[in-house]
């Protein structure tokens, strides 16, 4: 004859209860032992007696990690049900208070370096800050000393370009020049072939005769005139003949 079905409900004998939990609790825990063993599961049991008394088992090495991985297990379910709508917003408030933290401070440095708001600054602030502008100042001039530098090469390398587009305009005006010349020339030469001959002049040395090419034999010329014909020395021609030279 088998066992009858017991009713689940609290023993009401003091002494029947107890040795009920003792039976309970030992086969409870053999129970968890066997399941860790045969399954290969991280196994945690925790009892509490009536009087507050505690039994445990543990399949691993700690209970504290057990419970650890529980907490995570458990807790991180929950934060991953957070529908995506409100993690969103979340995430864009932060952002937002962010964003506006880091403007307030620009503003507020822009100000210190425009000299406003000075008052609430002590001595170390306003030595970083007379430091970054010193910083800044230089990096300007250096910025504005090269700016200059590359405007005076620009404007160096614009003259040469101007300089040898100049001598090349020179050369070619100096060629066009040339060849205009030549060519005035040939046409001159060939103006000069088609002119007609001319008769080449006398020599200016030889002047025809004035008088009578024929001599006068036997005149008598005017004394006077052949007298002053041998004054005026032997380079006067004259076309008489004296009687004696006959």
């Known amino acids: 004859m088998g066992r009858g079905r017991v009713e689940l409900k609290r023993i009401a004998n003091k002494i029947n209860r107890q040795v009920t939990f003792s039976k309970r609790r030992n086969g409870l825990l053999k129970?968890?032992?066997?399941?860790?063993?045969l399954c290969d599961a991280e196994v945690a049991l925790i009892i509490f007696s009536n009087r507050g008394k505690l039994y445990?088992?543990?399949s691993s090495s700690s209970m504290l990690k057990t419970l650890e991985r529980y907490q995570k297990s458990n807790y991180g379910?929950?934060?991953?049900?957070?529908s995506t709508r409100e993690a969103l917003e979340l995430s864009s408030q932060q952002e937002y208070l962010k964003l506006k933290a880091r403007y307030e401070a620009l503003q507020r440095t822009q100000r210190n370096l425009l000299g406003e708001d000075l008052g609430p600054l002590n001595s170390k602030d306003l030595e970083s800050l007379e430091k970054q502008l010193d910083t800044s100042l230089k990096q300007i001039r250096s910025t504005r000393t090269q700016a200059m530098l590359n405007t005076l090469t620009d404007l160096q390398r614009k003259g040469h370009a101007l300089n040898?587009?100049?001598?090349?305009l020179k050369q070619m005006v100096m060629e066009?020049?040339?060849i205009s010349l030549q060519w005035n020339l040939s046409s001159s030469n060939v103006a000069y072939g088609r002119q007609p001959h001319h008769q080449p002049q006398p020599d200016v040395f030889f002047h025809p005769l004035d008088?009578?090419?024929t001599l006068q034999i036997g005149y008598q010329p005017d004394h006077l005139a052949v007298a002053a014909a041998a004054?005026?020395?032997p380079s006067v021609n004259t076309n008489y003949?004296?009687?004696?030279m006959l």
């Open 31 to 37: 129970k968890a032992y066997e399941l860790s063993v």
């Open 56 to 58: 445990e088992f543990c």
């Open 77 to 82: 379910a929950k934060e991953t049900n957070v």
């Open 176 to 178: 066009g020049s040339q």
């Open 164 to 168: 040898e587009a100049n001598k090349n």
């Open 231 to 233: 004054a005026a020395g």
């Open 211 to 213: 008088c009578e090419p």
């Open 241 to 244: 003949m004296t009687s004696w």
